[in-house]
């Protein structure tokens, strides 16, 4: 049975982001885990859904609890960092934590996990949030901590790993497809809104966004899984972005028709290898 073990930021990552892939590969018999950095305490919340709840933290803990059971995840852990918000400028934060900390924290899951494959976010953070860049780099610095893999930095900001070490898991980068965000710009521009100002908080700049290329290496077709992707994502409904239900928004998040895109970083891909589809067998 083998083991898949997605790192991300916060609460509603590994639905907003892989989540079809998480919904497959658990369906196929895997073992799926999720390692989540924060409790999202940072989030945007009408006050409307914290009836019940003590703070955001605690709403947003729930609504991955309901996610993961959708999911069909084995299991979900916390790394204990506080959620640092867009602007990542709180002191105790996660993105102002050394990445050594984070690091060992990482490193303790991945001893104990000993997952197969570990997908995360990619070195630009999907759209520059910090939490999920510094998330990049800890999950990175604990390879090098454990397997002892080195890092090769490609031009442009990307990083792929300088040798293959056996033992140490294959990384993967969850990554969004440039193509569909530079459509998406020009039909938010067509319809009169303004790219740079994009998300429930209009603080995402999807002109710089797509400007971050990060190569694609697999491709998973989760069009059986899209459906439980949608439930998944439904459970945070706190962080469901306004407006998500316009026809520009639907076209950007749905990413390509039912695929889910990943950039491999361990093994480093060979010159003209072909597109994988599957993430397990890489």
């Avoid at 892939?21 to 390692?35: C, D, F, I, K, M």
Wanted: glycine share 8%; with cysteine; charged share 20%.
């Amino acid at each position: 049975m083998p083991t898949l073990l997605a790192i991300f930021a916060h609460p509603d990552d590994e639905s907003f982001g892989p989540g079809g892939t998480l919904a497959r590969y658990a369906a196929e018999g895997a073992r799926v885990h999720y390692l989540c950095a924060t409790r999202g305490e940072a989030g945007t919340v009408d006050t409307l859904h914290l009836n019940g709840y003590r703070d955001v933290g605690e709403l947003r803990t729930a609504e991955l609890m309901c996610a993961a059971q959708v999911l069909g995840l084995a299991d979900v852990q916390f790394l204990g960092f506080r959620d640092s918000g867009i602007r990542g400028d709180a002191p105790d934060c996660l993105a102002r934590t050394p990445v050594e900390v984070v690091a060992a924290r990482i490193a303790a899951h991945l001893e104990h996990v000993r997952p197969d494959v570990v997908i995360t976010h990619d070195p630009f953070g999907g759209y520059g949030h910090p939490d999920h860049i510094a998330v990049h780099k800890a999950v990175l610095h604990a390879f090098t901590q454990i397997y002892g893999v080195r890092w090769r930095p490609l031009p442009g900001g990307h990083v792929v790993a300088q040798e293959t070490v056996s033992h140490a898991p294959t990384l993967f980068f969850f990554v969004i497809p440039k193509q569909w965000m530079k459509l998406g710009i020009w039909l938010l521009r067509l319809t009169g809104q303004d790219p740079r100002r994009f998300g429930r908080n209009r603080d995402i700049d999807l002109v710089q966004i797509a400007s971050w290329e990060v190569p694609v290496n697999a491709r998973v077709d989760v069009r059986r899984y899209l459906s439980v992707k949608q439930r998944a994502s439904a459970c945070h409904a706190s962080q469901l972005p306004l407006g998500r239900q316009s026809w520009v928004s639907q076209l950007l998040f749905r990413r390509g028709n039912g695929a889910e895109h990943f950039s491999r970083a361990h093994p480093a891909p060979h010159p003209n290898e072909r597109l994988a589809t599957t993430l397990l067998h890489a």
